[in-house]
Structures are given as C-alpha cells and as structure tokens.
C-alpha cells in the first residue's frame, strides 16, 4: 500500500477547522492531510463530529474557524456546487438523487450533455446513456438499462451511480459518508470494491464510517474523531484493529461497559441457556 | 462540461471490469431484465392513463344521443377550442406542479390581464399590440412577484399564490370599477382597428381549405355559402404549439431535467447545481403568461373584456393536469398526458350539454373523474417505481 511520502501535495487539507453552532462546538481544531491514491477513514461514534466534518469539507457549512486547501491553494466554499468544481465531490448518505428520474437524467443532473450551445438545444440522451453505461462500467457495475429510474435500483447500485458520477465528472477527492451503513454483506462488499478501484484511479477518498469491519480492510490512514476532536491521524501499519474500535468508543467507557455487562451475565449466569 | 467531451465513447458497451468481473451480456441483452411486454411498458408511461380515459370518455359519448352533433365537424371544433383553451394554462400549471408548486392565480390573472388590455387600449388609446403588450408585461412581473415570494420565504406555493388569487380579482374589480363605472369593458376591438394582430390570436387557419370543402359540399355551409366552420381556430393552434414546444422542452432539453429535479427533490437538484429557485421563477411568469395569451385569445374573440373572467381556471387547470398522468407532489408528468386532460374536459362539457344531460351532473362526473385520475395515477407511479406495493 503505497503510503504517500509527505512530499506529494495533499489532495485536501483542513488546517484548524472548528465549527460551532451557538454554543454548541461541533468541530475543534481539525487538522486533516488527504493525499491522492489514498483511502483515508474518518472514523468516529455517533456524535463525534463525523457528519459536521463532511459537511465542511463537502461545501455544506462553512467553517467557523481555520482553512481549507484544494491541491495547496486555499479555497472557500460557498455551495457544494463550488465544491464538486473544485474536483471535491461528495456521495451523501441520502445520495443526492432523484428516484422517479432516469438513472441516466441522475448521472448527468445540472451537467446535461448537449448538441449544441442554443438554449433550448437537445440534450443528448443517447450520448448521455452511453456515457452513463460506460462511466459505471469503467467502475465494474453492468448497469441493466440506464433509462430506468433509479427508485427500481437497490442501495448498493444506487450508491455505485452516486459513484460513478462522481469519478466521471473528474472528481480528485471522493468523499463516501456512510456508504455500507444502510447495505447488506454482498451490496457492502460491492461498494468497498468501487473505493478501492476510486483509489487506483489515484483519487483521494475520504470514506467516513462507524463500521470499523468496512473500513479498516480498505483504508490507508486512519483519523479518529471524538466529541468533535481529532484523536489522532495512524497509518494502516501503525494501528490494528482493536486499536481502533478502543479509541473509537474512548477507551475506557468500552471497558466499563464490558465491566457492566459481565456483572449483569454474572447475575443470570446460572440460567441452563447461558451455560456452554 | 469538458469532462463530457473528452471521454471517448466506444460502440461496444460491456467492459472488463478491473477486478475481473466481465459483463455476461452482449450489448442490448441483459438476463437480469425480465421481459416487460410492449403493452407493459406503454401502460407505464404516465400519460397513459389519460390517454385510456379519453377514449373510454369518446365511446361514452358515442353511445348516448345527440353523438352525431357532438362528433360533427361543428361540435368538434366547439369542444376542441374549450379543451385549447383550458390546454393553454393546463400545460403551463402542470411544468409548474411538476416543478413542484402550484399557481392558484392563474384564473385571476385571465381576469386582470383582459382588463389591462381593455383599459389601456379604450381608455389609454394604445394600440391592440401595445394593450396586449402590456398585458404580458404585468404577467411577467405578476409571475416574477409570486415566484420570488415562494422561493425566498419557502412559504407553499399553495398561500401566496391564493393571496394573489385575491388581489388579482380585487384589483381587477376595483380598477374598471374606478375607471369605467362598470365591471366590464365592452367595444374593445371598435376603436382599435388592427386585424393583423388580432388575427393572431381570433383568426382561422386553412380558410381557404374550408372554404374550398364547403364548394365541394363536404362539409356543411350557410345558405350564403360560407361554412359554418370557416378554419382552425387559432386557439387550437396556440395549444398545440405551446404542448409541443413544453413537451419538448421537458423532456428532450437540460430544462426539462431541471424541472423534473426540482420538484422531485429540491436538496438533491441545488446540490448538483441546479438553479432551483430560477427554475421556479421562470414556470411562475411562464404560467402567467399563459393566464394572458388565454384572456388575450377571449378578449379578441368576445370584444370584451370581464372582471369575472378565469372564475375557477385554476382548480380546472390543475384538475387537467392531475387527469394527465402530473403527480400533484412534484417530480413526475408529461404535458402529452395533460393535452389528453384537457381534451376529456372539453369533450364532457360539450357531451353534456349535446346529450341533453342536465348540464347540473357536470361537476359531478367532473368530481368522479379526478377521484379516478388520481388513483390510477398513483398506481403507475407505483409501476413506475418498478413496485406493487406502496412506498
């Protein structure tokens, strides 16, 4: 796994990022290097900041404090719009699409392809099919019939156009919230398969998640995010698993919640069910 | 969007994927794809639905007495100018229901934009052109005004716009009052004699055609010789023209997939970049608009204008429109669908009143008609959806 040497300029990086809502502080103090080729897992319990996070860097929420670069130049997002022309785009978890639309009219939504410049000119449906089809190919999904609406797709394949339209229209850094939490084993492993392709095509990924089983395999650099704080940046080889999963929920709250649960077994220990 | 441009298209679709995962199918079959016969696939369509009432609505009629004079050539361009002129703002209220809002001053604007041209042609001595001009410009900024409302203070549509169904009436009514006295204006057309412009919008088409039928005796004439129907009127155009060119707009340009975005999932369309709100604003004056083309065409026809014109134009326009397959929460339609709406709407009022029904059991069958539109508009959206069950 080529971990990328800190010479090679990150793809995007947040400098002291803090977001607060009234006197809530959501975000404090982020510092997040991105590089391309690279899966970096933002990971985090409930309540960690996670989506706040996203939304910075997705152009959603503008940060009460600190700086974002795109490819070392600092930039400032005033839509997600501003964002994706940046080459920053965003899978969300409710994907952004529309489901009585055409998985074709989905892909191309507010980039239609047309014939000409006039406008009212055509837009050019075959050709946008045709890309459509190829686009998420190129990512390994055989689409059916790009004309059918994306309501009749399961979750995985919505999230595979989601995808794909994204590294189509020449994204550099992907950014996945959430995308397994809502799918099954196969449909997760799928979607896990497509970041990994995203990051031989040297995108940045930044693949947020709560699910450690689907994003360790996966990721290159692991950022750990408690009560709106970064709990440290690891790469893959320094940090197992369970190492993870322990900062992940705090540490020690994990073991006093092990400690509870082993009193309360404890109690109902003589019961024939619970003996081996 | 260079990125488009760039990739080359190959004339093989199934890749290689790099993980080894090869496509099984040659181009244009797929295993997976259950085989949806052709009927399947029409009834899919949401315009089909109308479609389906509109016959069954022909052979109603063609069953009860009085079919022949509904189905002759006079009782069918009566019946097809009451569906061009309902067609009119239909199509216009149904991109905006697709867009996702409603306008309900559509009927008010009928009312106000034919006082405007009756004031200012009568009592400001404009020419036609100019009244009907100003007409469109008071449409415009009436749409502007009601669109930006909407888009600014997220307020429903459904508010502002019976505010302006209101205000539109009230102004109406109270500025011809204040003028003429009267809450109509008649002689519009006397001291204004400009047969160019108020052909475009009374005149015939292919007189000359019915003329010529009328010689050869297909079709019956006066006793001076003159048919009784002289030509297409030009109502019947306007309508097919505006459906074809809003049928094409919706559906084969980057407009047309804006609008479906918009009001079917307005966070989803804003964050790919879909100017939204303008998408919103530009359907608000184009409904407008319509309100005047139409209130332009009865101004021509009648020489008149009335306060109380467009009474109710809303609910039938949206009723037209909810018949033609439009669903009324955003997102799905096609005008196709709302030209068939319209034509069952002028077929039964026109049927009633030839068949000697008591034209009373108009709203009736009216009432029932929507009650169905609407239930099997849900059921092909359910289809649409790939779905039997619901959502």
């Known amino acids: 796994m080529t971990n990328p040497a800190q010479t090679i300029q990150p ?28 899966v970096h897992c933002l990971l985090g319990d409930n309540g960690a900041g996670k989506s706040t996070l996203i939304k910075v860097l997705s152009g959603v929420h503008r940060p009460s404090k600190g700086e974002i670069f795109v490819d070392g130049r600092q930039v400032a997002f005033r839509s997600p719009r501003d964002a994706q022309d940046l080459g920053v785009a965003t899978v969300f978890q409710d994907l952004g699409m529309i489901s009585l639309m055409s998985i074709t009219r989905n892909f191309f939504l507010g980039r239609e392809p047309t014939r000409s410049r006039l406008p009212f000119s055509r837009f050019d449906k075959e050709r946008a099919n045709t890309i459509a089809r190829q686009a998420m190919a190129d990512i390994g999904i055989d689409v059916r019939d790009p ?7 399961s979750g995985g394949e919505r999230q595979s156009v ?8 020449g994204a550099k850094v992907l950014i996945l919230d959430e995308p397994t939490s809502a799918l099954g084993v196969h449909q997760a492993a799928m979607v896990l398969k497509f970041i990994i392709e995203a990051r031989m095509r040297g995108l940045a990924v930044i693949f947020i998640s709560h699910n450690i089983h689907h994003a360790y395999p996966v990721g290159d650099t692991f950022t750990l995010l408690n009560r709106g704080r970064n709990r440290g940046t690891y790469a893959k080889s320094e940090i197992s698993r369970d190492e993870v999963i322990s900062i992940m929920s705090g540490g020690e ?15 109902i220990g003589n019961r024939p069910s619970a003996a081996p | 969007m260079a990125a488009v441009e760039d990739k080359a298209i190959p004339s093989e679709v199934p890749v290689k994927g790099r993980f080894g995962m090869t496509s099984k199918r040659a181009a244009g079959t797929d295993e997976r794809l259950a085989s949806t016969g052709r009927l399947t696939q029409w009834l899919r369509r949401p315009e089909a639905g109308a479609a389906g009432g509109l016959i069954a609505t022909i052979i109603i009629f063609a069953l009860l007495p009085g079919a022949s004079n509904l189905y002759s050539l006079q009782g069918s361009m009566t019946f097809l100018t009451l569906a061009a002129e309902l067609g009119i703002i239909a199509t216009a209220a149904a991109l905006l229901i697709i867009a996702g809002e409603f306008d309900l001053s559509v009927g008010s604007m009928v009312g106000f934009a034919g006082v405007v041209i009756g004031l200012t042609v009568k009592y400001w001595g404009l020419p036609l052109w100019g009244g009907i001009a100003c007409a469109f410009a008071v449409a415009i900024l009436t749409g502007y005004v009601n669109g930006l409302i909407v888009v600014k203070t997220r307020l429903p549509s459904f508010i502002v716009t019976l505010a302006s169904l209101y205000i539109l009436r009230g102004l109406s009514i109270g500025i011809t009052r204040a003028v003429t006295g009267r809450t109509q204006i008649p002689y519009i057309l006397d001291g204004a004699p400009d047969p160019a412009t108020a052909g475009l919008f009374n005149g015939h088409l292919f007189t000359g055609f019915f003329h010529w039928m009328g ?12 048919p009784f129907v002289v030509g297409i009127p030009m109502s019947i155009v306007w309508w097919l023209g505006l459906t074809a060119l809003a049928g094409y707009v919706l559906t084969q340009t980057k407009y047309g997939n804006w609008i479906f975005a918009t009001g079917g999932d307005l966070n989803a369309a804003r964050n790919v970049g879909v100017p939204v709100d303008r998408v919103k604003i530009a359907l608000f004056i184009y409904t407008a608009c319509a309100a005047t083309l139409l209130a332009t065409i009865q101004v021509m026809e009648a020489g008149s204008a009335d306060t109380t014109r467009g009474l109710l134009k809303e609910f039938e326009a949206i009723i037209a429109a909810v018949i033609g397959g439009v669903l009324l929460t955003g997102g799905y339609g096609t005008v196709y669908g709302v030209l068939f709406g319209a034509l069952i709407f002028g077929l039964v009022q026109m049927g ?18 929507i009650l169905m539109a609407v239930l099997v508009n849900n059921y092909i959206r359910l289809k649409a959806l790939g779905r039997g069950g619901g959502k």
Not at chain 2, 215 to 226: E, K, N, P
């Open chain 1, 253 to 267: 709250d994990l073991k006093a919640v092990e400690a509870e649960i082993a009193g309360l077994l404890a109690q």
């Open chain 1, 162 to 169: 989601a995808i794909a339209r994204a590294v189509h229209f």
């Open chain 2, 352 to 369: 009633i009143f030839y068949t000697g029904i008591d034209t009373d059991w108009f709203k009736v069958f009216l009432g029932i008609v």
């Open chain 1, 147 to 153: 004309t059918q609406a994306v309501g009749t797709l």
């Open chain 1, 11 to 38: 793809a995007m990086e947040l400098r002291g990022v803090s977001v607060n809502f009234g006197s809530v502080r959501a975000l404090q103090d982020i510092d997040i290097k991105v590089y391309p080729g690279e």
């Open chain 2, 215 to 226: 010689t050869q005796g297909w079709i019956a004439t006066r006793t001076d010789g003159i």
